[in-house]
């Protein structure tokens, strides 16, 4: 019998060949089976708040992702409540299956009206967050008891609005301020760096009322920090009552979610439990 030889080109396309042929039959079990592991935990949607960005979840990000949960920490806009909260549920939009809504500070009011008119929303997490009744603003819940340091922190800046006019006002945590209201608990060399690197607040977001809330329909969980000094610990409570919230506190700063990761995620996981 004639054996017929191959080019080495040819012999090495067919070698590279069979031992793609081989990694699929080994490899795409464990993937397929690793995807229905995951898809079966809801998704965990994490909205900052001002004066920060979405790498203040990292630490719960590595935890929930450890855990099998498919995490989102997008960029809230920071520019008023209903665009915001608009911008937030078209994420939402593009999630299948269940969803756990997580929000710190001025994200709170974010996820209490992104999450309105999304089934598949079986849980909001507030950490150290506002949780407004309709027409209520985050400066406004901040200054129902006393306790915050926000407004004395606040440094306002214009800004020109597509009209051309300088109408559009930030308002930013004074660097030498930062620490003291914003992160207490966090060492100094990481404060400096968050303070000079802090997304304002639009005037209009932290002073716009907000929507229907979705607390009134969808169970809720609250972590409160004792040692808040932007969102005083007796408005937090009051906001978890009035929402019939699961309640934990825990002593920390503001950024409960930097300073506890642990005991950020372990409310989250806490949701999962009770709504799976």
Do not use: C
Request: hydrophobic residues 45%.
């Amino acid at each position: 019998m004639t054996r017929t030889r191959l080019r080495p080109g040819l012999r090495l396309a067919l070698a590279i060949l069979t031992l793609a042929l081989g990694l699929t039959a080994t490899v795409a079990p464990a993937s397929a089976a690793q995807s229905t592991t995951t898809a079966a935990k809801p998704t965990v949607v994490l909205v900052h708040g001002a004066f920060a960005d979405a790498s203040g979840f990292n630490d719960m990000i590595d935890r929930l992702q450890r855990d099998g949960f498919p995490v989102i920490a997008p960029s809230n806009p920071l520019r008023d409540v209903a665009g915001d909260a608009a911008y937030v549920s078209s994420i939402l939009d593009t999630i299948t299956g269940p969803i756990i809504l997580v929000g710190h500070s001025y994200g709170g009011i974010v996820i209490t009206n992104a999450a309105r008119g999304h089934d598949n929303v079986k849980a909001l997490v507030y950490l150290g967050a506002f949780a407004p009744d309709q027409g209520e603003s985050a400066l406004q819940l901040a200054d129902k008891f006393p306790g915050s340091k926000l407004g004395d922190a606040l440094l306002a800046r214009h800004y020109p609005l597509p009209d051309g006019t300088m109408n559009g006002i930030d308002g930013y945590i004074r660097a030498e301020k930062f620490r003291e209201v914003f992160a207490a608990d966090l060492p100094e060399s990481k404060t400096r760096l968050m303070a000079a690197t802090q997304r304002p607040g639009s005037v209009n977001g932290l002073s716009g009322g907000s929507g229907e809330p979705a607390w009134k329909t969808i169970p809720s969980w609250y972590l409160i920090p004792t040692q808040d000094n932007v969102i005083p610990p007796a408005v937090q409570r009051f906001m978890a009552q009035r929402a019939g919230s699961k309640v934990r506190e825990i002593r920390s700063s503001h950024v409960v979610m930097m300073s506890n990761p642990a005991a950020a995620t372990a409310v989250v996981l806490s949701a999962y439990k009770a709504t799976r």
